[in-house]
């Protein structure tokens, strides 16, 4: 795998840019919690789909509300949902994993044969099917999200217990007579930090971009909170005569995704065992 | 009597005058093709018998084809069609109808009353299945208890008690405007053919799930004056309709601007500003007599105080709320009663205004202490979702905390039958009457909890309201009925939406009206 | 061969089974019901309980579920509740739009990636493979929406080369219906290029390091040849599992991109159809859609050997 990667200067370069992103946003987010140029909810009928000004540097949306302070709001829900979500998935998904990678047996095949007919099912779908079953709301979505990504965790976690598993210092803990759980929580799960913060990170670009498609169709977060997606569903109606509506959200949504990825990216290089440094 | 003949003969020479200069205006273009004019359907028919097997489709297509007694005019009142004029007994029991006379059906048979005999008891046998005769046949309003051909231009119909609402439910599209027809629209034994009514078009190709075509009839006899609403002066200007069935509205828009169809009606709130921006293209909006409202839970702890559902009342901007959330489609209206009804007059037409000093020396008199109120909401209605976003926002003006829940459609319908919610966004879809406006709203929610207001004073008025024809005192309910609504405010009313048609340059005289019923008759195509 | 396959299907069965089981008794706990959603605001109550008779919802859940299972293993999957159009067709008809949009859009995608990978991997730690891995990730990031509007918006509004509104099908007029689909395909392709491009690199790479490229090199054939012949057709593999996984991917977001489009695809049908309450037609489309899931999967499973000499069928 070493032969795969970049040369050391621009792969640097990506962790770099992928850090300054990620950090921008959380920026804005910590910037969002005391401060936005107006507040993200008030309306403003006498001012709708004004044009980028100095007023309003990034215009103002079909009720008049100020673009700018809703996106840099809209970065504080999506990153939360997309946090909330990834913790969610990655805390259930690794418990069940761990318990099926390490149990194994007809405990292990019923819940992989589970797994597996979730996975036969598009996530994306599910979580349509769910967010209508149970409406908007940031819990809700979350549940959905959470429950969608669940099995791919599931799969992944018991991949990697079941590697750790026959290496020679958890066979050693076994044969020093330490108990089962013991070696589990001694030797496995310090191993598998490594692999699920890899996942955590793609999961998190996965959550966000999904968040905002399922916005997108109206099976999102319901307001007040002004989400990335929320912003591009009602920005699509007006978007042949007032594109900038669409634009900021759109901008921020890749600009996270492009920072969490080579982030990942770099965080994978630097886990590899075979990569030596 | 003999006053009214007179009459009606000068009318029918105007008639035939009008229906010459349209026929010579046809005659005197040069040789061409037939002019086709298209329009779209968004489900295929499901029949071709008139309030029978229907739904809104069938109803907007048959109306070309057959007509009734009398039939809806643009404000929503009941206006002559084929019957030129009726008188009601003193007691309300017998309406006598008068025919026009020289109507003539599609295969050339004079329309008499022995049609009109024929067509009524036709749709009063449970054999026919029509979709009104629980409102005749003693479940519903009154029931019709004899027709009977008085001379071969005069028919009456005898009902059990009166009924204010006789004549609109006769004229009403889903029940097909209890249209008169040909007995040769059905075979010797009874089984539906085709319809051979009376309207300007002939029905005459059904292909389904493609289209359905119908032909000008040459020989109609059209009323005097303007079109209006469905009654009014009715003229076939092209040499076919047709009706092109395209489910998917994006597909419909599609064609529009290719050019496989000339009229849109029905445009979704959403594409508004697309088609707006689109060349070739016009859009015409009408308001309808559905009604876009605020509900409150008048049980619910928090809102069961007037004071503080007044105080929102006072706290949104109506003016400004409809004119962004409808994209400029629809105006203001704080009242029950459609704007394109004739009631909409006078203290009914005013809009209320909002005053935030008083709204929140209300909200400070109520005791509200900063509870959050949970708006319930959806996505199906675009416009909905988006008046409960500006509410919020302006409630937060008079320090009321509102929290939107966006449920799908289904879900709040579920909630508002329950009146399981404190607020709620609400569409309450159109009725015939303002006393079924109010009666939508009015009752007792112990028995019936998807009521709004339950306050028996206002039940008094409703039911005042139905028990006279007389216009000035109804009138002079409903307005009773409206300032009583505004002081307790178990709702607000915000506007009626608008039906929004597209239409191609080069079509002429194409116009939505207060129905979502598409009207292709004294529509030409360049 | 046959004997893996029958088993293949034998096993997505149960999965088909409980997918469908689910869906069925989920919708069905959700509030709301289709006659209430027909009937609308006007319905009384005795009217409601007529129309849910004449639709069977009111018989219990389990003896609906084997009512629709019977009718389903006959090929009946019944017909919508909102317009009476049978599920099958109505499902079918759909499905068409979907899948030439996402076969067309994959199909460049893989076209583009597989050289992109190639000449990456070829010109690996040059200025070509850092602009090729950088344009990658960056396509990575898109969501395939925005860029959809931002076509949208550059093609059909500001140059008005292509519509922006409506659709028009390629059976009805073929050259009006293609430049309805040219944006959605282009979209699609364009994004989902960035992860398979990655694949391709990496895979290239893993394979120009083995012994016989090499020698394939020191044997003196030209570089085309080496690359044509030797590294693609052993690199191919990985890649094309992930053509398969993405297959299925876009199969389950492609709503999004129907809604961008406004395009008449199973997508919007099944969310359409969710929110509606349309039961037989929910429960058809996801069905469908995950026979369709399963199918592809297996087909992918099935050409593996093909683009991977080293592996054969199990």
Redesign the interface.
């Known amino acids: 795998m070493a032969a795969t990667r970049l040369p050391r200067m621009p792969r640097r370069a990506g962790a770099l840019i992928g850090a300054v992103l990620v950090g921008a946003l959380f920026l804005v987010m910590a910037v969002s919690l005391v401060w936005t140029p107006y507040d993200p909810l008030a309306i403003d009928l006498d001012a709708t789909l004004a044009a980028p000004s100095a007023a309003h540097w990034l215009g103002t949306d079909e009720f008049g509300r100020d673009v700018l302070s809703r996106a840099m709001a809209g970065a504080r829900v999506s990153a939360l949902i997309a946090a909330g979500t990834v913790a969610g998935a990655i805390g259930l998904g690794a418990a069940i994993g761990l318990v099926a990678g390490f149990v194994r047996g007809w405990t292990d095949r019923l819940l992989m044969s589970v797994n597996d007919a979730v996975l036969a099912f598009p996530g994306v779908l599910l979580a349509i099917a769910l967010m209508a079953a149970f409406g908007g709301g940031a819990g809700g979505l979350m549940l959905a999200l959470g429950l969608a990504y669940l099995p791919a965790v599931i799969r992944v976690v018991r991949g990697a217990v079941l590697s750790v598993r026959e290496s020679a210092y958890v066979e050693a803990s076994r044969v020093m007579g330490n108990s089962e759980l013991y070696s589990m929580v001694r030797h496995v799960l310090p191993n598998m930090v490594g692999p699920i913060a890899v996942l955590a990170s793609s999961l998190f670009g996965w959550v966000i971009l999904a968040e905002s498609a399922l916005s997108f169709l109206g099976l999102g977060v319901a307001p007040p909170a002004p989400t990335w997606g929320n912003m591009l569903a009602s920005a699509r109606p007006f978007f042949s005569q007032d594109p900038w509506l669409g634009i900021a959200p759109g901008l921020l949504i890749a600009a996270t995704l492009l920072g969490v990825n080579l982030l990942g990216d770099a965080l994978r290089d630097a886990l590899d065992p075979k990569s030596g440094g | 009597m003999g006053g009214r003949s007179m009459r009606g003969r000068f009318r029918r020479l105007a008639a035939g005058l009008l229906a010459l200069g349209v026929a010579a205006g046809a005659a005197g273009a040069p040789a061409r093709a037939a002019s086709v004019l298209r329009g779209r359907l968004n489900?295929d028919i499901l029949s071709t018998d008139p309030g029978t097997k229907r739904d809104e489709n069938t109803d907007a297509v048959l109306l070309h084809v057959v007509e009734g007694l009398v039939a809806f005019r643009e404000d929503a009142s009941v206006g002559p069609m084929l019957a030129q004029s009726w008188d009601v007994s003193r007691d309300g029991l017998t309406y006598t109808f008068h025919l026009r006379r020289g109507v003539r059906f599609h295969n050339g048979a004079p329309m008499t009353a022995a049609e009109v005999v024929w067509s009524l008891d036709r749709y009063l046998d449970p054999k026919t299945h029509w979709r009104c005769l629980s409102e005749f046949d003693g479940h519903g309003q009154t029931r019709i208890v004899k027709v009977q051909a008085l001379d071969p231009a005069t028919v009456a119909i005898q009902l059990d008690k009166p009924s204010i609402l006789f004549l609109k439910t006769l004229a009403r599209a889903d029940c097909g405007e209890t249209a008169i027809l040909s007995p040769a629209s059905v075979s010797a034994k009874g089984a539906w053919i085709r319809p051979i009514g009376t309207g300007p078009f002939m029905f005459t190709t059904w292909r389904p799930n493609e289209y359905v075509e119908l032909t000008r009839y040459r020989g109609y006899a059209a009323l005097p004056g303007p079109r209006d609403g469905n009654a009014g002066g009715k003229h076939a200007l092209v040499d076919k309709v047709r009706f092109l069935v395209i489910?998917?509205?994006?597909?419909?828009?599609?064609?529009?601007?290719?050019g496989?169809i000339d009229v849109l009606d029905g445009v979704s709130?959403?594409?508004?500003?697309?088609?707006r921006?689109?060349r070739g293209v016009r859009l015409d909006a009408h308001s309808t007599m559905d009604i876009y409202a605020l509900i409150f839970q008048t049980r619910d702890p928090v809102m069961r105080d007037a004071r503080l559902r007044r105080a929102l009342a006072l706290a949104i901007?109506d003016i400004?709320?409809t004119?962004?959330v409808t994209q400029k489609t629809a105006q203001a209206n704080s009242a029950l009663v459609p704007t394109s009804s004739a009631f909409h007059v006078g203290v009914q037409a005013q809009v209320v205004r909002p005053d935030l000093a008083k709204a929140r020396a209300l909200v400070a008199a109520s005791g509200y202490r900063g509870q959050p109120i949970t708006l319930i909401t959806n996505?199906?209605y675009?416009q909905m979702f988006?008046s409960?976003?500006?509410i919020?926002?302006?409630a937060?003006t008079i320090g009321v905390d509102i929290?939107?829940?966006?449920?799908?459609?289904?879900?709040?319908?579920?909630?508002?039958?329950h009146g399981a919610y404190q607020a709620m966004t609400?569409?309450?879809?159109a009725?015939l009457d303002p006393s079924q406006n109010y009666g939508?709203v009015i009752g007792a929610k112990t028995s019936q909890p998807?009521k709004v207001w339950d306050d028996p004073f206002a039940k008094a008025l409703l039911k005042a309201s139905t028990a006279t024809a007389d216009v000035a005192q109804r009138q002079a309910l409903f307005d009773q009925l409206h300032q009583r609504m505004l002081a307790q405010a178990p709702l607000v009313v915000l506007y009626n939406p608008s039906h929004v048609a597209a239409v191609r340059d080069g079509v002429v005289g194409f116009r939505t009206w207060s129905t979502v019923q598409q009207r292709l008759w004294d529509v030409s195509v360049r | 061969m046959v004997g893996y396959l029958s088993k293949k299907l034998l096993l997505t069965l149960p999965t088909l089974l409980l997918v469908s089981a689910v869906v069925f008794v989920l919708i069905r706990l959700v509030p709301g019901d289709p006659a209430q959603v027909m009937l609308g605001d006007a319905a009384d109550p005795s009217q409601l309980a007529r129309l849910r008779h004449d639709l069977g919802l009111d018989q219990p859940i389990p003896v609906q579920f084997a009512l629709w299972l019977g009718h389903a293993l006959h090929g009946d999957l019944g017909r919508s509740i909102s317009n009476g159009q049978p599920v099958l067709a109505l499902v079918f008809q759909r499905f068409q739009v979907s899948a030439g949009i996402v076969l067309a859009a994959i199909v460049i995608a893989t076209a583009v990636a597989v050289v992109a990978g190639l000449v990456a991997a070829w010109r690996q730690g040059g200025a070509v493979d850092l602009a090729i891995v950088s344009g990658a990730t960056l396509l990575l990031s898109v969501p395939s929406f925005w860029l959809g509007l931002l076509l949208l918006l550059l093609f059909g509004v500001k140059l008005g080369w292509l519509p922006f509104v409506g659709y028009v099908p390629v059976t009805q007029n073929l050259w009006q219906g293609l430049a309805y689909l040219v944006l959605p395909v282009a979209t699609l392709a364009i994004t989902e290029a960035g992860v398979l491009t990655r694949m391709m690199r990496s895979s290239a790479l893993d394979v120009m390091g083995l012994e016989y490229v090499t020698h394939a090199r020191a044997k003196g054939l030209p570089e085309s040849r080496v690359l044509l012949r030797h590294v693609l057709p052993n690199a191919f593999g990985p890649t094309w599992t992930l053509v398969g996984l993405v297959l299925g991917h876009l199969l389950g977001g492609i709503a999004v991109i129907e809604t961008v489009f406004t395009l008449p695809g199973l997508g919007r049908l099944m969310v359409d159809s969710i929110l509606a309450r349309d039961y037989p037609v929910v429960q058809g489309c996801l069905l469908f859609t995950a026979l369709v899931y399963v199918l592809v999967n297996l087909v992918v499973d099935l050409c593996y050997p093909i683009f991977d000499p080293r592996i054969t069928a199990r």
Do not use: C, H, T
């Open positions: 489900a489910p998917d509205g994006s597909a419909a828009e599609g064609a529009l601007l290719s496989a709130p959403s594409n508004l500003a697309d088609l921006a689109s901007d400004g709320l004119r962004v996505r199906r675009p988006d409960a976003v500006l919020q926002a302006m937060k929290r939107i829940q966006a449920l799908d459609w289904a879900a709040e319908l579920d909630r508002y039958n609400f569409a309450y879809s009725r939508a998807n």
